[in-house]
């Protein structure tokens, strides 16, 4: 979820938040200069809205949050899991040029929507 801090009021953004909070594979964040004041993402679906108390929200959580049909990692976590990256402390940017196994991202699909092998794609 997010929505633009210069056309959402404090009441609205604490009516959003309390949608989010303390829920599981739910974040909110502030973006500016959104298309519309709220804006609400899931894995390729987009909901553009002007008002927090929109009934749409409520519908768009409950089709769309760890909906297995609708997103391809059911049960995977949003959180930061122990390992070798550490986001407090995130490597340096790498300007050079991509590896031998680098896909563009400017490739058309294939004709059912996947990336052939090999391949990049717009999805």
Same mark, same amino acid.
């Not at 974040?27 to 804006?39: E, N, R, V």
């Given at each position: 979820m997010t929505y633009d801090p210069s056309r959402v009021s404090a009441e609205d953004v604490d009516s959003l938040a309390a949608r989010v909070e303390g829920e599981?594979?739910?974040?909110?964040?502030?973006?500016?200069? &959104?298309?519309?004041?709220?804006?609400?993402?899931?894995?390729?679906?987009? &909901?553009? &809205?002007? %008002?927090? %108390?929109?009934?749409?929200?409520?519908?768009?959580i409950a089709a769309l949050r760890q909906n297995p049909s609708t997103h391809p990692e059911s049960g995977a976590s949003c959180s930061t899991i122990p390992g070798p990256f550490d986001p407090d402390n995130p490597p340096p940017f790498d300007a050079g040029e991509p590896g031998p196994d680098a896909v563009p991202l400017d490739e058309e699909p294939n004709s059912d929507g996947a990336a052939a092998p090999g391949e990049g794609g717009n999805r």
């Open positions: 599981p594979y739910m974040l909110m964040s502030p973006y500016p200069d &959104l298309q519309a004041p709220i804006t609400l993402q899931s894995w390729g679906h987009r &909901l553009e &809205l002007n %008002s927090a %108390s929109d009934p749409r929200i409520t519908q768009f």
